[in-house]
């Protein structure tokens, strides 16, 4: 679906980049990276190996501090700001803020994080009792990513993809504005990679999405606008179209054997 037809061209900027240089010891890893994210749109970053990509990703999502450069959200400067900051304000990275307890139930881990966002500490050894005043929301969280069946399920139990849904759940659960997604396909069977896609999609109706993934062909699906880094530098940007016709984009990238 486009940005068009998600009426969501003329929203905003949700995040915005502007200068965001990265150095380890003299290597210049990011250099001078400049985008913007619009608001509710799904927004991929790619390049090939050693492009700079995951630098990038973790300076936006505040893993890692840059160099030099500016990082905005919503309008506000979150630069210098920690993760779990940046989480407060409902821009969450998946896979990461979103762990997932293997010997829980599908439905007690998505309760964990809800407990957490009304200020609550992820206390086991309170009662079920009082614990369960947040089942019926997080049953709407296990249905919204299509995991009601599997409910009361170990989340040692699922397979690869279904915990995947799950750690999207627990992300849900934290009721961001915003999300970060790193490699959401990685290591995925088709089947999962399809289910997965079909749940980001539904995610991104109501909320911004920003995704490293080295699936093209889940990106040309999935994304509204594309960023190609190659060496530490934006080498192209726009929609896959645009993107995948760019000789140097097809050279660096697309050319070097990622299908």
């Not at 296990?142 to 139990?157: D, K, W």
Request: charged share 25%.
């Amino acid at each position: 679906m486009t940005t068009e037809e998600r009426g969501t061209g003329s929203a905003g900027v949700a995040l915005e980049a502007v200068g965001l240089t990265k150095e380890f010891k003299g290597f210049v890893a990011v250099n001078n990276v400049s985008l913007k994210v619009e608001k509710g749109t799904i927004h991929a970053l790619i390049g090939p190996n050693g492009a700079g990509k995951t630098t990038c990703f973790n300076l936006l999502t505040k893993f890692l501090q840059p160099t030099r450069g500016k990082i905005t959200y919503a309008g506000r400067d979150i630069t210098r700001l920690a993760p779990a900051e940046i989480a407060r304000l409902g821009m969450v990275r998946s896979f990461q803020i979103s762990a997932v307890f293997a010997d829980l139930t599908v439905l007690q881990n998505v309760r964990i994080a809800l407990q957490r966002t009304r200020g609550e500490s992820y206390d086991f050894w309170r009662s079920e009792k009082n614990l369960t005043r947040f089942d019926d929301e997080a049953r709407s969280y296990v249905a919204e990513v299509g995991l009601s069946e599997f409910l009361n399920h170990r989340a040692a139990e699922l397979s690869y993809g279904r915990k995947r849904a799950l750690e999207i759940a627990t992300t849900l659960a934290l009721d961001p504005k915003m999300l970060l997604l790193d490699e959401p396909m990685a290591g995925m069977a088709q089947e999962d990679v399809e289910r997965i896609s079909t749940l980001i999609r539904r995610i991104g109706e109501t909320r911004t999405i920003l995704m490293v993934e080295h699936n093209l062909s889940v990106v040309a699906d999935l994304s509204d606008r594309i960023t190609v880094l190659a060496r530490g530098e934006i080498l192209a940007e726009g929609n896959y179209a645009e993107i995948s016709k760019n000789p140097e984009v097809i050279d660096a990238y697309i050319g070097a054997g990622h299908e």
